[in-house]
Nanobody, 127 residues
Framework: QVQLVESGGGLVQAGGSLRLSCAAS????????IGWFRQAPGKEREFVAA????????LYADSVKGRFTISRDNAKNTVYLQMNSLKPEDTAVYYC????????????????????WGQGTQVTVSS
């Protein structure tokens, strides 16, 4: 059973940067799609970014394009979310999610397309 563990959240001033990590235990990320989602208080969970592990194809929400970068490290079996130029509206609990994608290159922004979830890490951006 794959377990996902997020880390790297914290408190940062607007304009600052944070890097979130999502590590998998139990097996490698090979043949998985991995996504980042976030949920702010009183709001629904929303898609942030996703990556296909085998092909490296990526997808971003419009709200983070040009500021966030999703990447992977094969040796560490870890997915990263580099967040730059952070804004107060980026404040949320960030979740890593994954699902077996077989041998395709697809990535998807739908939360229902992921069946493994981490516990979340808090990101707070002060103005």
């Amino acid at each position: 059973q794959v377990q996902l563990v997020e880390s790297g959240g914290g408190l940062v001033q607007a304009g600052g940067s944070l890097r979130l990590s999502c590590a998998a235990s139990g097996r490698t990320f090979s043949n998985y799609r991995i996504g980042w989602f976030r949920q702010a208080p009183g709001k629904e969970r929303e898609f942030v970014a996703a990556i296909n592990w085998n092909f490296g194809s990526t997808l971003y929400a419009d709200s983070v394009k040009g500021r966030f970068t999703i990447s992977r490290d094969n040796a560490k079996n870890t997915v990263y979310l580099q967040m730059n130029s952070l804004k107060p509206e980026d404040t949320a609990v960030y979740y890593c999610a994954a699902r077996w994608s077989g041998f395709g290159s697809s990535v998807t922004p739908r939360a229902s397309d992921y069946d493994l979830w981490g516990q979340g890490t808090q990101v707070t951006v002060s103005s």
